[in-house]
């Protein structure tokens, strides 16, 4: 009962109560489970940050390790799975393709399906983290051409990630550990942010009692969309059109703060943050690092900074609060990993995997009622039907 209230985008509306992440988009703080990012960041690994925020407490070595190992279990896709990976056209969007495969995986593990005890849970969600880095490799490996192949569990987590994407045929595959510690980073970073876009969808889906992967699949459709997770892919693209025009950042600032042009600085702005995006920060510092020990130079690195030192001082973007946010440099650090450009999403969903499972599983253990918001009807009353030959 009671009366319906407008809140479009939800701006102002609390869809559940949450243990898992805190953010105060006015100070600028984000922490998952209290543990502040720059802390994960600097000092966590993601198994275990993933292993935090699903089950709520940093593992210890012994459940890490048991953590692990049930997931390196559950390491292998259907192979005919990769008959659904060839099927798909070369020019396919990557995030098409994983959402996709994710919702298949249904379909080839149905006691994933109905979960009704923690036990059940448990099991969907240490075939998920197997799984899905494979399914991940596989999108980047078939639009290469290369041979998908499975992942080596004598690995790390991450290690093996790399691994499953990167490794040659016919040469050995030597770790970077550069690119390690960069990868590891970015998915600690990327790993929860509340009730962002894709993570309402997935609690959403799932509280009508859909199973964790097709919760997690219409998740990963959501995370796709420009305004989302797909920022990161636009960035680089933007930054890449500004080189190609002449690196006249000026030009693209005003295309922002014109009204009647539908362009907007991708990577500025958030919902929630109405300062500085604490993620940001770490991945600007990472991204000089990075760069940096690589030896690689960036003209695209040198513009993003241009286009933030102009934006931090126009009164269009300091009145509207808008800062950059982690999209804004994440795609710079993926580049100079060697990962192409529509692959960008695809990682930020690798990284984003824990927090959705998190969320799902807190929403599945409060037995929360169905996601149902209401509306405010504005169509048409009531009239009578005319026949077709008399309208
Ligand atoms: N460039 C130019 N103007 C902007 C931008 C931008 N990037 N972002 C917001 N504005 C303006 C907007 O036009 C509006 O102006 P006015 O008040 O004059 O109409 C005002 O700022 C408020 O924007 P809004 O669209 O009402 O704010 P929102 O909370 O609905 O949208 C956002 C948030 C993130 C979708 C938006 O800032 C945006 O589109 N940013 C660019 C895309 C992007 O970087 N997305 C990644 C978000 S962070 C990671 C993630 O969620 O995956």
Not at 60 to 72: C, G, N, P, R, Y
Not at 126 to 137: D, H, N, R, Y
Request: hydrophobic letters at 40%; one cysteine or more.
């Amino acid at each position: 009962g009671g009366v319906t209230t407008l809140d479009a985008g939800y701006k102002n509306t609390g869809s559940c109560e949450s243990e898992i992440t805190f953010l105060d988009g006015e100070k600028g703080i984000l922490r998952y489970r209290g543990y502040s990012i720059e802390e994960l960041a600097e000092k966590a690994d993601f198994l275990e940050v993933s292993y935090l925020l699903i089950f709520g407490e940093l593992p210890t070595a012994e459940q890490l390790d048991k953590f692990h190992s049930d997931i390196k279990k559950n390491s292998v896709v259907d192979d005919d799975i990769r008959k659904i990976v060839d099927s798909f056209p070369k020019f396919a969007h990557p995030m098409g393709v994983l959402s996709s495969l994710t919702s298949a995986l249904t379909a080839f593990n149905p006691s994933s399906v109905n979960v009704d005890s923690e036990a059940d849970m448990y099991n969907a969600i240490v075939k998920i983290l197997g799984k899905f880095p494979v399914l991940v490799a596989w999108t980047m490996r078939k639009k290469q051409g290369l041979p998908l192949d499975y992942g080596d569990n004598s690995l790390d987590y991450g290690e093996n990630i790399l691994k499953m994407m990167f490794k040659q045929p016919n040469q050995d595959y030597h770790q970077n550990k550069i690119i390690l510690n960069a990868l590891n980073k970015l998915l600690i970073l990327h790993a929860d942010h509340e009730q962002n876009c894709s993570t309402s969808t997935v609690r959403i889906v799932g509280s009508s009692h859909a199973g964790l992967f097709a919760s997690l699949s219409a998740g990963i459709s959501a995370l796709w969309g420009p305004l989302h997770g797909g920022a990161n892919q636009a960035v680089l693209e933007m930054l890449e059109a500004i080189k190609q025009d002449g690196g006249d950042t000026k030009k693209y600032m005003a295309k922002a703060k014109d009204k009647t042009d539908p362009f907007r600085l991708m990577g500025f702005g958030h919902r929630v943050y109405k300062n500085f995006d604490p993620r940001a920060k770490i991945i600007k510092k990472a991204a000089d690092e990075v760069l940096g020990d690589l030896g690689v130079k960036d003209p695209i690195l040198e513009i993003a900074k241009g286009l933030e030192q102009e934006a931090l001082n126009d009164p269009y973007f300091v009145e509207r609060k808008l800062y950059p946010n982690v999209d804004f440099y994440s795609g710079i650090i993926y580049r100079a990993m060697g990962i192409p450009t529509d692959m960008f999403t695809v990682m930020f969903a690798l990284g984003r995997l824990p927090g959705w499972i998190a969320q799902w599983r807190e929403m599945r253990l409060r037995k929360e009622p169905i996601g149902r918001p209401r509306q405010l009807y504005i169509g048409k009353t009531e009239r009578s039907f005319v026949f077709i030959d008399k309208r």
